[in-house]
């Protein structure tokens, strides 16, 4: 049982290129978050999806793009990689929408953009 | 957008001492849970509080969520420094999480 795997861990991109950070969960779940987490800042929520083919936007949502063709997946995407995207990205995933429910996070990935 | 306030924004004490972590909101929260990340992980749930009031213990650590539902506490008895790390705030309404910037507590032996 892996929980919830990131990939990559780490990446460096050059402004205006693309990239997919992947989240896959082995947990059924139904909802799954992106964050970005910078210094200092604590995590801002990117887009989230409570199942499989429904999406929505969250706090800071531009520049960023997503999908949920399965309930296992959920990539994220960047179009035109800018500076402003450097900062740690993390997936988290929930049973469902119950207040006492547990968030669990994956391992994060770093993304440079230079 | 609701804005959730930690204080302190650092916290470094020496091993045996007790510290409070304070979680401020101007909103109300369905819920409002607390995390504690290391360094190179993603966050890991330690508590949960729903019910205005409600306090909640886990060995020395002691949380409280307002009678109001806004604003919370942590307090951890005879720090440890394995109780380092970044001690993160999250009010959940809709489904949807609003992040504290943290506290980062050190133990010093």
């Known amino acids: 049982n892996a929980g919830v795997t990131q990939t990559p861990k780490f990446r460096i991109l050059k402004i205006g290129q693309s990239m997919t950070l992947q989240c896959t969960q082995d947990m059924n779940h139904n909802y799954m978050y992106w964050y970005r987490q910078d210094p200092g800042m604590g995590l801002k929520l990117i887009y989230y999806s409570v199942g499989a083919g429904i999406t929505d936007k969250g706090e800071v949502p531009n520049g960023y793009n997503v999908s949920r063709s399965t309930t296992e997946d959920f990539p994220l995407r960047l179009e035109l990689a800018a500076p402003s995207q450097t900062s740690v990205y993390f997936c988290?995933?929930?049973?469902?929408?119950?207040?006492?429910?547990?968030?669990?996070f994956g391992p994060g990935t770093r993304l440079l953009v230079l | 957008t609701q804005l959730l306030e930690q204080s302190p924004q650092f916290l470094s004490i020496q091993e045996g001492e007790n510290l409070t972590v304070y979680c401020n909101s101007s909103s109300v929260f369905s819920s409002l849970q607390w995390y504690r990340q290391e360094p190179g992980e993603g966050p890991v749930l330690l508590v949960t509080v729903v019910t205005g009031g409600e306090v909640k213990k886990l060995k020395r650590l002691t949380f409280q969520f307002g009678d109001a539902r806004k604003d919370s506490s942590l307090h951890i008895t005879a720090a440890q420094p394995g109780d380092t790390g970044l001690y993160l705030c999250?009010?959940?309404?809709?489904?949807?999480?609003?992040f504290g910037a943290g506290t980062q507590v050190v133990v010093t032996p």
């Open positions: 999250a009010g959940v309404s809709w489904g949807k999480f609003q």
């Open positions: 988290a995933t929930r049973r469902s929408a119950q207040s006492r429910e547990t968030q669990y």
